[in-house]
């Protein structure tokens, strides 16, 4: 689960961490107040999406000329007119893709007196096994071309789960940065304070970027990303409650009541498979015969007919699928119930495009008997080779 900025910043702060004073505002109105209440007198205004490249960002309502996501104002008018152009609007960046996200609301912080940028990051590991600290001097909108160009900037630390960031490792991160005078003793607790909160919240990443030593030489996060584990949210309900489901996608949203692992995608084949290894190799094969899958959805080793059930109508509900492919080996999962839950979706919804269903291993001879005997027109394959080239050709018409 991913969460604003402003209310990253919010949670770090209760850890101790020094940010700036700053915002949420939600309606254009509220900018003037917001404005109002901070120091000033120069801004940062910031839209509030889940994406990274907001400040190379631009909405499409207002031109290729127009300003980014994050924009600086040296006044209240300026930052009221700011809001305007950015709440409501369509902001496009490299991450959100060319359909955007509509940007709900913005961050109006104070300004900062910035002297460096620098780059940190806490994250799972998945090399080393442990917690990492990720750390360069080279902070700012460009990290990623500064791991493609020049990956010996970047420096990576590893903390031990029994000993946490001791002096030595807060030491070595400081060195890392290259951090002097009184940014280096701010570095000292901050380390401390950012894994304390990684591990407390059960984050998967924690990145700061920038961090920034201001002209007095003290550190403030002046960006914070950050991503808990959805395993772990039962234990948080103050971070569940953070959760801006207008970000998500609804069909994934969906599926989460259903717990079922689905993803969307931007092919035009939907996919319906029990186990993630089945899921992936169903998807490569989609794509080895010449199409693009539309979804990763996985029902799992225990389904039900209503998850089944939901699980179809998730798939059918986007428009961007033209056929469907259900494809189940049958372990745990029993054909039959497979089977039933594909004729009661299409019961209920109909089918406008062409299913392939390939049925194998536990009752596999009742699933296959409940679909013939079915009025439905599905096609079906006698293995994971077959129905990909049967769903792939009936999309092209062949």
């Known amino acids: 689960m991913n969460i604003h900025e402003h209310q990253a910043k919010a949670l770090l702060k209760e850890f101790g961490a020094p940010v700036a004073k700053g915002v949420a505002v939600f309606a254009p109105e509220a900018a003037l107040k917001a404005a109002n209440s901070l120091p000033g007198p120069v801004y940062v205004v910031k839209s509030q999406i889940h994406a990274g490249g907001r400040g190379k960002g631009r909405f499409k309502e207002l031109g290729a000329d127009a300003e980014g996501g994050v924009r600086l104002a040296r006044s209240v008018d300026e930052v009221v007119s700011h809001a305007n152009d950015m709440l409501g609007n369509i902001l496009v960046t490299k991450q959100t893709g060319p359909a955007g996200k509509q940007v709900n609301r ?171 290894g089945l899921a992936m190799a169903t998807m490569d094969i989609i794509k080895l015969y010449g199409e693009q899958p539309a979804n990763f959805l996985d029902v799992g080793g225990g389904a039900t007919a209503e998850k089944v059930t939901a699980a179809f109508k998730i798939i059918t509900s986007d428009p961007s699928v033209k056929g469907i492919l259900v494809n189940i080996f049958g372990g745990i999962m029993r054909c039959d119930i497979i089977a039933e839950g594909v004729l009661q979706a299409v019961k209920e919804m109909g089918l406008n495009v062409p299913l392939v269903v390939r049925l194998e291993g536990t009752k596999v001879a009742e699933g296959k008997k409940l679909i013939d005997e079915s009025d439905l027109d599905v096609i079906s394959a006698n293995d994971l080779d077959d129905a990909a080239q049967k769903i792939v050709a009936a999309v092209k018409g062949e």
């Open 106 to 276: 913005i961050y109006i912080e104070d300004g900062a007196d910035i002297a460096k940028e620098l780059y940190l990051s806490i994250l799972v590991n998945r090399e080393s096994g442990k917690v990492s600290f990720v750390a360069s001097t080279e902070g700012g909108m460009d990290i990623e071309g500064v791991a493609e160009e020049t990956p010996e900037k970047i420096h990576t630390l590893d903390i031990e789960p029994e000993d946490g960031v001791t002096k030595e490792k807060a030491t070595a991160i400081c060195d890392a940065l290259q951090l002097e005078g009184v940014g280096r003793s701010d570095g000292m607790e901050l380390f401390v304070q950012l894994y304390d909160a990684f591990v407390a919240k059960d984050m998967s990443l924690l990145e700061i970027n920038p961090l920034v030593v201001l002209g007095d030489g003290h550190l403030v996060v002046l960006d914070a990303k950050v991503s808990f584990d959805n395993n772990a949210l039962f234990k948080h309900p103050d971070i569940q409650s953070l959760r801006d489901l207008s970000e998500e996608d609804e069909k994934e949203i969906e599926a989460g009541k259903y717990d079922l692992a689905y993803i969307a995608l931007e092919g035009s084949i939907g996919c319906m498979v029990n186990g993630a």
